[in-house]
């Protein structure tokens, strides 16, 4: 069974553009969890979503949002970067049962110059 | 909130030696699970170990086993007989039980294990 895949690996935004990133859930997983990781603040949650529908927020902006597709495959965007969002984004998978663990995918490397 | 500490930056052990990491964290929640997660160098996050709260077992994995003191608020894992590709950064997270506060993992600021030869 294929992974978490993320696209793209890596990217180099400037300063006030916006960026969107993708994340494939593993099949037949439905739920998807987005986390920011830097040096200084370490994993930070961003949203989870599930059936479409954000379920979760974590303590970001608002330029920060996210979407989730009728296919589970999910997308976030940052609008008017700023260089701390520079960071690396892990996107994360799981069933929707008790006891299921999240999958994490490679994550996209965003460097905002 | 929940909150993970894992007051241990770097540590570093001798192949084929034990090796305990720790973390500890603080929940008003009675239910709960913890999970260890390692990210190599490559950067792809690897579940570890999970246990469930309710569970008084401390869970095994292969060479990975878990110190689980639900009073105390305490998880650590321990490495045998380390490898080489244990080398990597290791995350404690916490995540509340479907239904709870939050279903989303929160995690400490952790732990980079060196493993020399």
């Known amino acids: 069974k294929a992974g978490v895949t993320q696209t793209p690996r890596y990217l180099i935004k400037t300063r006030g553009q916006q960026v969107t990133l993708s994340c494939s859930p593993i099949s037949g997983h439905r739920s998807v969890s987005w986390y920011q990781q830097t040096p200084g603040q370490g994993l930070q949650f961003l949203f989870e979503?599930?059936?479409?529908?954000?379920?979760n927020k974590g303590n970001f902006p608002g330029r920060f949002s996210g979407r989730q597709f009728s296919n589970s495959r999910s997308e976030m965007n940052v609008s008017t970067l700023e260089l701390g969002d520079s960071a690396l984004y892990l996107c994360?998978?799981?069933?929707?049962?008790?006891?299921?663990?999240?999958?994490f995918g490679p994550g996209t490397r965003l460097t905002v110059t | 909130a929940q909150t993970v500490t894992q007051s241990q930056p770097e540590m570093s052990v001798q192949e084929a030696e034990t090796v305990t990491l720790s973390c500890t964290y603080d929940?008003?929640?009675?239910?709960?699970?913890l999970f260890w997660y390692k990210q190599p160098p490559s950067r792809q996050m690897i579940l570890v170990i999970r246990?469930?709260?309710?569970?008084?077992q401390n869970a095994t994995e292969n060479r990975f086993s878990v110190n689980f003191q639900k009073a105390a608020k305490s998880f650590s894992l321990k490495i045998s007989d380390s490898q080489l590709g244990d080398a990597a950064m290791y995350f404690c997270?916490?995540?509340?039980?479907?239904?709870?506060?939050?279903?989303?993992?929160?995690f400490g600021k952790g732990t980079k294990l060196s493993v020399k030869p």
């Open positions: 929940t008003s929640e009675s239910d709960y699970y």
């Open positions: 979503y599930f059936s479409e529908t954000q379920r």
């Open positions: 994360a998978s799981r069933r929707e049962d008790t006891a299921s663990e999240q999958y």
């Open positions: 246990q469930e709260a309710y569970k008084q």
């Open positions: 997270a916490y995540r509340s039980l479907p239904g709870g506060s939050q279903g989303n993992l929160i």
